[in-house]
């Protein structure tokens, strides 16, 4: 669980909080492993034994004043009995994770049935309204799925197009069984999935079906158009799409539930989509593209990003009802509509991925990946502070609890899966300077995971009886205490960049959400014009020259301040982002979408490098030159490096000048630096970058020269006569000096 605070000392009271211009909060990496200094947690039992205040349901911690028959809660403070069995517990010889650590991690007793055989269940759900491309990928990353699939797993194969195929790959040859999907967008299927194939044909055991499963994949084809045209009666021979999507999952949806707690806590659905659902229910109109390329006028940014219809924002409830998480592939460069559809995938605890083509598609590595990390599921999160200040806004893909406040469900998340908050002071009071008390904040964390068999045998129990998967519930908590800052310039000193950045793209995206990208972006320029004119005041930097400001006198470059140096770039280069760029500039609205899904779950340190990639330099494949550059065409040209590595997050290009020596192995061979510095990095990546080598002067540069941001105009109006970054800058600058003279202006009226 790792914690990382937008600033180390907090603000001592509103004023301050109100006078620095950066948010105040922290991101929160649940299920990480480690916390954010690379410590794992005290481990062990009865979590459920842990002594909680009876004022804010708090937890005991290492930071509560105890004495022998009492505690004193570190967050409100209330003075709090023990239990005879908690005296026992803390006063015997015996040393106990909870006053051990600040960092726990406790096992909690299973609710109902313990002994619950938990099988892993994973069923993909197959689009054949598609392309054979479409379907070779589909079947490459499911044989990789297989082989990432631990042992007692179930898998279930299943098909759409206008009907749904369920195989049965138990017997000596695969069976295929359909049902077909009523063309209009009321009808219902005809009879439910049960009876057209017993849920238990249908799922087979991994162990022994693997070879069948693979033989069953072998006969996927794509349905023909007359086929579709038949079936949708229409006999003029053109019907567009037959991608009866939305049945599809919500049958299969129904159809897994009704397992739910019997044979699995947690089942997984895989859809693989080559386009937008077209047939049947949940069908999306995606003309509403078309339409906005063409109308002149209306704000296409603004237009594109909301849902069309709630279909499948209630498909993603009735999954979270049945216990299923859906992972959604979207292998297309048709507009899809992945705004309406990305509800699905982030609500059920799945994720969204989007290929633009089946060429270069890391889909099987991705999906490897995927199935070979641990996860956590039915997840509750509760983030509480101390009483002086609350939480404000809570970011990130979770579901709040109806009934409790701040506190917040997860059905599915990895260590990776990030969450952010931002804080606000409960009063006009803020934090007492004189008291010990320190700003504190606890998070607890339940969830479960499940144990494969190989572990509980390990623990004891008899060979002979065959090895089950479990569950386990746990209960992790962390308790961290912070400072508070004396005045603003110790503010600015623990600023962490990255944290801040987290916060800011989760603020523009709802914003582009709810008011369109200009707005987004409108809200970037403003945050950081105040925070100039802020940090400008703070260390008086800025004179008047009889009542009036120039611009010269600005600091703009956070000159007095390291920790806020980078800010600038990163705002720049954000507004550089397809994330806020204009429709105009080319920017396709499901790439919009996906890259907001994506973004608002990643933790800040690989934010950071997805939004102001990394430029590093070589003097040949085995020799490091430089280990950062700005990201400019000059900042290349003066460096006179022969190597480029560009690390973009989901994207790594190795860059050759064109001035390069030739005799420098292109591409660069396998066992050098360079190449284990590739490798390092796509192990470490939530998804595996796209990898492009690049000779200047021979191949096209274009991928790697979009990249060089900082000559670009903002605006995306194109390469300006005066540079991007700069003039950018000299705008912020003078946007600075009316703001201030404004301010400074109201202060004497
Ligand atoms: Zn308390």
Redesign the pocket.
Same mark, same amino acid.
């Given at each position: 669980m790792a914690v990382r605070p937008t600033m180390a000392r907090f603000p001592g009271d509103p004023a301050e909080q109100e006078a620095c211009g950066v948010p105040w909060g922290l991101t929160l990496t649940p299920f990480a492993g480690r916390d954010e200094n690379d410590i794992p947690p005290c481990y062990g039992s009865g979590g459920e034994l842990l002594p909680r &205040?009876?004022? /804010?349901?708090?937890y005991y911690n290492t930071y509560c004043e105890q004495d022998q028959w009492s505690w004193d &809660?570190?967050? /409100?403070?209330?003075t709090?009995g023990l239990t005879s069995a908690s005296i026992a517990r803390y006063s015997g010889p015996q040393t106990y994770p909870e006053n051990a650590s600040s960092f726990i991690d406790l096992e909690l007793p299973l609710e109902g049935d313990g002994e619950m055989e938990a099988r892993p269940v994973y069923v993909a759900a197959v689009d054949l309204s598609s392309s054979e491309e479409f379907l070779e990928l589909t079947k490459i990353a499911l044989l990789a799925a297989l082989e990432a699939l631990g042992p007692g797993s179930l898998f279930g194969l299943a098909t759409f197009s206008h009907k749904i195929g369920l195989y049965d790959v138990q017997g000596p040859i695969p069976v295929v069984k359909n049902v077909f999907i009523p063309p209009d967008s009321l009808g219902n299927l005809a009879m439910g999935l049960e009876d057209v194939m017993p849920l238990f044909s249908f799922l087979a055991p991994v162990d022994t079906c693997k070879d069948r499963i693979t033989a069953a994949l072998e006969t996927l084809r794509p349905t023909t158009s007359w086929e579709r045209t038949t079936a949708a009666g229409q006999s003029d021979g053109v019907l567009l799409g037959g991608r009866g999507f939305g049945v599809a999952m919500e049958a299969l949806l129904k159809y897994l539930g009704s397992e739910y707690g019997n044979t699995y806590a947690l089942a997984r659905v895989f859809a693989f989509l080559s386009g937008p659902p077209d047939y049947g229910l949940g069908q999306l109109d995606t003309r509403r593209y078309g339409e906005q390329y063409a109308s002149k006028g209306e704000d296409a940014d603004r237009a594109l990003l909301p849902e069309q219809t709630p279909f499948y924002k209630d498909l993603a409830a009735v999954a979270v009802q049945a216990g299923v998480c859906v992972d959604i592939f979207a292998v297309t460069n048709e507009y899809t509509d992945l705004a309406s559809l990305k509800f699905l995938s982030i609500e059920s605890g799945g994720s969204l991925f989007l290929y633009s083509s089946t060429d270069d598609s890391t889909l099987p590595q991705d999906m490897y990946r995927m199935l070979n990390r641990p996860y956590a599921f039915n997840c509750i999160l509760r983030v509480r502070t101390s009483s002086e200040f609350k939480l404000s806004h809570s970011y990130g893909h979770f579901f709040p609890d109806p009934e409790y406040e701040n506190v917040q469900h997860i059905i599915c998340c990895d260590s990776f899966a990030t969450y952010a908050y931002d804080f606000d002071f409960v009063n006009g009071v803020g934090f007492s300077r004189h008291s010990k008390e320190l700003p504190t904040i606890q998070v607890a964390f339940q969830y479960t995971i499940v144990v494969p068999p190989d572990e509980t045998t390990k623990l004891g129990s008899s060979p002979s009886i065959r090895a089950k998967y479990s569950l386990q519930r746990r209960l992790r908590i962390r308790t961290v205490q912070f400072g508070t800052a004396r005045n603003i310039n110790e503010i600015y000193d623990g600023v962490d960049p990255e944290v801040v950045l987290s916060i800011l793209v989760h603020e523009v995206i709802l914003s582009s959400l709810e008011n369109g990208v200009r707005e987004g972006r409108l809200l970037l320029h403003e945050w950081l014009v105040n925070l100039t004119a802020q940090y400008n005041d703070a260390y008086k930097l800025a004179e008047y020259v009889r009542g009036a400001l120039t611009t010269s006198q600005v600091d703009v470059a956070f000159t007095q301040c390291p920790q806020l140096q980078s800010l600038p770039r990163l705002v720049f280069a954000l507004l550089r982002n397809p994330l806020l760029r204009f429709h105009e500039e080319g920017v396709h609205p499901d790439y919009r979408i996906y890259l907001q899904c994506l973004f608002s779950a990643l933790e800040p340190s690989s934010l950071s490098r997805a939004v102001y990639p990394l430029l590093s330099s070589y003097e040949t494949p085995d020799k490091q030159a430089f280990p950062r550059h700005s990201l400019s065409r000059a900042a290349l040209i003066t460096s006179g490096s022969p190597i480029f590595f560009l690390d973009a997050f989901t994207t790594l290009i190795v860059f050759y000048s064109s001035t390069a020596n030739t005799s420098l192995p292109f591409p660069p061979p396998q066992d050098c630096l360079l190449r284990t510095t590739i490798n390092k990095v796509k192990q470490e990546r939530i998804i595996t970058p796209k990898l492009i080598f690049i000779r200047g002067g021979q191949d096209d540069a274009t991928a790697f020269e979009n990249y060089l941001i900082e000559e670009q105009d903002v605006e995306g109006s194109g390469f300006t006569s005066i540079m991007g970054f700069v003039s950018f800058l000299e705008e912020i600058n003078r946007d600075v000096v009316e703001y201030m003279t404004k301010a400074s202006g109201n202060l004497r009226n």
């Open positions: &205040c009876e004022n /804010c349901w708090a &809660c570190s967050l /409100c403070g209330t709090n």
